[in-house]
């Protein structure tokens, strides 16, 4: 189980660098369109997060403190390269969060996949329902690829 463990807190680790980003998106388009977006996101992320602790909890393991904290930090390393504003060169920088989200929630998908499969033989993940939390991160997917595609028609528009 050490492996599912480490796994878990992986995952773990990543949706707190996610949940950061968020926030920082989340400030950063307060009172604009994308401000609703963001926050709902967020909390589908955050309901995600709560499940993997739920596991790793039910796994009798403890949370990966170092992990979390190593997310943390990498996320506030990455805003020196994903630049955030509401000014056209803060697009790139938008789009490139966007595209952060995009790949992190597909690692989440395939999470919830491998964890269905692995529930048939390992008694302590039974219980999520990880057909609807696949279904739910491949909605996720969708809705922050269709925004980092808009976003994208912006970035990279001639001049």
Do not use: C
Not at 18 to 38: C, G, N, S, V
Not at 58 to 68: F, P, Y
Not at 97 to 122: D, M, P, V, Y
Not at 127 to 143: I, M, N, S, W
């Amino acid at each position: 189980m050490e492996d599912l463990s480490s796994y878990l807190n992986d995952h773990l680790a990543g949706s707190v660098g996610a949940l950061e980003l968020l926030d920082r998106l989340i400030d950063i388009y307060q009172t604009k369109p994308l401000e609703r977006f963001f926050r709902d996101l967020r909390n589908e992320i955050d309901a995600d997060q709560e499940i993997l602790k739920e596991l790793i909890a039910k796994l009798g393991e403890k949370e990966s403190a170092v992990r979390k904290a190593g997310a943390w930090i990498v996320e506030k390393l990455s805003r020196a390269k994903i630049q955030l504003s509401e000014t056209r060169e803060g697009e790139m920088g938008l789009f490139l969060a966007l595209e952060g989200l995009a790949l992190g929630i597909n690692g989440k998908q395939s999470l919830w996949r491998a964890l269905a499969t692995a529930s048939e033989t390992a008694p302590p993940l039974r219980g999520p329902d990880y057909a609807t939390l696949e279904k739910r991160a491949v909605e996720q997917h969708d809705r922050v690829e269709a925004t980092r595609l808009e976003i994208a028609l912006k970035v990279f528009r001639s001049e």
